[in-house]
């Protein structure tokens, strides 16, 4: 039981957390606000009428907000040692305000609250929302990793949509704001539910999704995890060049404790530390480049604990995830859930990013840079990663063996990563020799469908050249992939769903 419970936790932890202050950078001045404003556990919202805020944000956000509705109380700062407590309002359940029954203000403007999505999420699925955040042990934080595991316990299925920290939504009760702020507005508001229950409330209102569970890891929680597992092994497609503190124990105010470190393209043993900073550094790329390197880190993470090798540590990893995780997560919830961590693989786990083609950068009357939603363009892609499968019974029956033929640690496991991605199941197996100059795809299928072949060739990046036709009758795998020095292990996730 012990063992079904770590694995499918892992299944659904977050795989990164928020960020340290860049190199030679000097930390954030802590709002007042946040010092001053304390919510009493006892406090009872009371009803106000409803109606969307008008903010302005900057990169310090202004965490209390002037309400428009002047029946709604004012934030009072106290110089006293007992601040007054704060009292927000409850807005109504986001699913009564879908098209219809409600309409926003007739104007365009990106600070006025757009209008709910419609719900996207069904009965069969489930639905977690992972968090990574430097909690520090305060109330002042933010949710800078968002990754939405949407489970289809039925079919056996796995949906991980990244969620940019600087998406610019309408937070119920706040305005609009970027979405990694909306945990923290429900701790300081009082809202119903807490830092949780406002950010399900602005993920349905924003992106249509019901949100049934949250799990939060922080800096520390995150690090002790893996390095309870002894390390993962991160294939890493893409070279990497970031950043790095030199020794997680030096001051990181100091910039002369950073240096700029590189991993890649291969597998990659990381411990908790340099997991850690692969997965939350964005120095040198982007936000939308760390969404993937996130979900790279997740799939190893579960990865690493089917080994068998894991077990042996279970009882203490099971003790460092009491403390290292918040979550709402039940005994019975993940009881229930436990079967499926069994038989998934990595080709189960679709990938699904909000990109840089669905959203516009906007700079806030505040001065800070912002993502402005397209909406159409966001609901058709979670439309598709909500929805059931594409896989056909034909396509779950395929199976490529990959072999490196090349001198390259790990290149066969890069390519079998990115046929995982594109939904194929693959295995490994050497090659007779590691000089091969091009590489090979052989069709060993009786069908040899030609289009099937072209789709390997694509989502390899491989040339028509590259195809081998050799049907055999009775073989266990349906291809085999030969990676030679010619294959370019770097791929862009977002053309790989299936």
Known sequence: MRSRLILVLFLILLAACGELPAHGQTPAATPTALIMVTVPPDATPTPTPFQPLIEAASETP????????????????NPADTPTPIILSPTPDPAALLPGDWSPPAISAPNYAPAPFPILTDKETVTFALLGSDTR??????????????????SGQVMLISIPRDLWIYIPNVGMERVNTAYQYGIIYGYPGGGPGLLKDTILYNLGMR??????????????????LGGIDVPVACAYTDWHLIDPTYNPYNENNWSLYTVGPGVVHMDGDLSLWYARSRQKSSDFDRGRRQQEVLRAIYTRTLQTDSIAKLPQLYNNLKSAVTTDLSLTDLLQLSPLAFHLT??????????????TGW????GASVLLPNGPAI???????????????????????????TSYGGWDILAAQRLNYAGYQTRSAPADHVDYAGSLIYDLTTTQDPNRAASLLAILGLPPTALVSAPATGSAVSYVLIVGVDYQPCFNPLNMAP
Do not use: C, W
């Open 62 to 77: 202004n965490l209390i907000p002037t309400p428009t509705p002047t029946n709604t109380p004012e934030p009072v700062t």
């Open 379 to 405: 609901q058709a892609m979670l439309q598709e990663a909500l929805s059931p499968s594409r896989r056909t019974p034909e396509m779950e029956s395929i199976l490529i063996e990959v072999r490196n033929g």
């Open 211 to 228: 949100i049934d569970h949250i799990a939060m890891v922080d800096f520390d929680g995150f690090r002790q995890i893996v390095d309870t």
């Open 137 to 154: 042990g305060g109330r002042s934080f933010r949710t800078d990793t968002m990754v939405i595991a949407a489970l289809r316990p039925k």
């Open 363 to 366: 700079m806030t009357p505040g």
């Open 346 to 359: 990595n080709a189960d786990i679709r990938s699904y990013y909000i990109g840089k083609s669905l959203v």
